[in-house]
Nanobody
């Protein structure tokens, strides 16, 4: 069974930084992607950034330059480095693991979410 465990959220002042971590266990997919999503209060979940097992990254345009996704394959961990945080970045951040069965068929797995609050 695939499990994702996130950590690293918390309260930070505007302009500060946080690094989120997500440890994945139980995945047998040879082709997969990892991603971070955020969900602000009363809004839909939206993509922050993704990284494939080949290392290709993709970012939401609005967050490019401030957020960086990376991974440590040996530790089965994906990170989200968040810099120059703004109050509007406040949200629950979710880790996602997408395992590909075929090129157009996949399964999504989610972590429990970690709260990030940017406030003075």
């Amino acid at each position: 069974q695939v499990q994702l465990v996130e950590s690293g959220g918390g309260l930070v002042q505007p302009g500060g930084s946080l690094r989120l971590s997500c440890v994945v266990s139980g995945s047998k997919f040879s082709i997969y992607a990892m991603a971070w999503y955020l969900q602000a209060p009363e809004k839909q979940r939206e993509l922050v950034a993704s990284i494939t097992n080949a290392g290709t990254t993709n970012y939401a345009d609005s967050l490019k330059g401030r957020f960086t996704i990376s991974r440590d394959s040996a530790k089965n961990t994906v990170y989200l480095q968040m810099n120059s945080l703004k109050p509007e970045d406040t949200a629950v951040y979710y880790c996602n693991h997408r395992g590909y069965i075929t090129y157009n068929t996949w399964r999504d797995y989610w972590g429990q979410g970690t709260q990030v609050t940017v406030s003075s």
